[in-house]
C-alpha cells in the first residue's frame, strides 16, 4: 500500500499569510493526487484534482503543483474561511490512502 | 443539484453487523465508481472501499477485507455498504463519496456508526 505523509502537521498563520501545505508519498503515484479542505463538522470538499487542476467553484488562491512523490498545496492569502485541516490523498493504486492532514488555524 | 444521502447508521454490539445505504440523485448514478469513507472521532478520513459502474470490480482497505461488502443497485440508484464482525475501530461516520478521474468530487454528510457493548 503507498503510504502519504503531510507536513506540517499543524499551523497557524495570520489572514492574508501565503501558506504551503507538503504530501509526500512512498512511491510514485504520478498526478493523480488530490486535495480536500475540511471544516470542522461538514464533510470533506474537494479542492485540487490530479495534482494541480483546480475544482468547480474552488477560489484561484488555492493552487496545487507537483508529480510523482512530492506535492504541495497552497493558499496564496489566507482568508478567514480558509481555516480548516487539509488532507491529501492518492488514488493512483488502491487502496487510495490518505494523507494524515493538517490544521491550519488562526494566529 | 447533485445529493448523496447516507442512511443506516446507529450503535451496534461488537460482532454485530449494519448495512449502510447511500440514495443519490442528479446525476446518472449507473455512470460514475463509488467509493466510502470514513472518520473516527478526532482522526482522519481513511478510504474504505469502491466500486466500478457495474458493481463487477470492487476494491477494499486492508482493515475492512473480508468483513465489508460494497453492492449497488442502479436501478435504485442505491449505493450499500454491508458491514459485519465489527469492532470499536469501526466506530466513525461513514461517507458516500462519488468518484471520477477527477477525483472524489461529491460528498454526502455522512451517518455515524458507533460499535458499542
Known amino acids: 500500500d503507498i503510504q502519504m505523509t503531510q507536513s506540517p502537521s499543524s499551523l497557524s498563520a495570520f489572514v492574508g499569510d501565503r501558506v504551503t501545505i507538503t504530501c509526500r508519498a512512498s512511491?510514485?503515484?504520478?498526478?493523480?493526487l488530490n486535495w480536500f479542505q475540511q471544516k470542522p463538522g461538514k464533510a470533506p470538499k474537494l479542492l485540487i484534482y490530479?495534482?494541480?487542476s483546480l475544482q468547480t467553484g474552488v477560489p484561484s488562491g488555492f493552487s496545487g503543483s507537483g508529480s510523482g512523490t512530492d506535492f504541495t498545496l497552497t493558499i496564496s492569502s489566507l482568508q478567514p474561511e480558509d481555516f480548516a485541516t487539509y488532507y491529501c490523498?492518492?488514488?493512483?493504486?488502491?487502496?487510495?490512502?490518505f494523507g494524515p492532514g493538517t490544521k491550519v488555524d488562526i494566529k | 443539484e447533485v445529493q448523496l444521502v447516507e442512511s443506516g447508521g446507529g450503535l451496534v454490539q461488537p460482532g454485530g453487523s449494519l448495512r449502510l445505504s447511500c440514495v443519490v440523485s442528479?446525476?446518472?448514478?449507473?455512470?460514475?465508481?463509488m467509493h466510502w469513507v470514513r472518520q473516527a472521532p478526532g482522526e482522519g478520513l481513511v478510504w474504505v472501499s469502491r466500486?466500478?459502474?457495474?458493481?463487477?470490480?470492487?476494491n477494499y482497505a486492508d482493515s475492512v477485507k473480508g468483513r465489508f461488502t460494497i453492492s449497488r443497485d442502479n436501478a435504485k440508484n442505491t449505493l450499500y455498504l454491508q458491514m459485519n464482525s465489527l469492532t470499536a475501530e469501526d466506530t466513525a461516520i461513514y461517507y458516500c463519496?462519488?468518484?471520477?478521474?477527477?477525483?472524489?468530487?461529491?460528498w454526502g454528510q455522512g451517518t455515524t456508526v458507533t460499535v458499542s457493548s
Open positions: 490523498q492518492q488514488t493512483y493504486s488502491a487502496p487510495f490512502t
Open positions: 442528479g446525476f446518472t448514478f449507473s455512470s460514475y465508481w
Open positions: 490530479t495534482a494541480s
Open positions: 466500486t466500478s459502474t457495474d458493481g463487477s470490480s470492487t
Open positions: 512511491q510514485s503515484v504520478s498526478s493523480f
Open positions: 463519496v462519488r468518484g471520477r478521474n477527477s477525483g472524489l468530487d461529491v
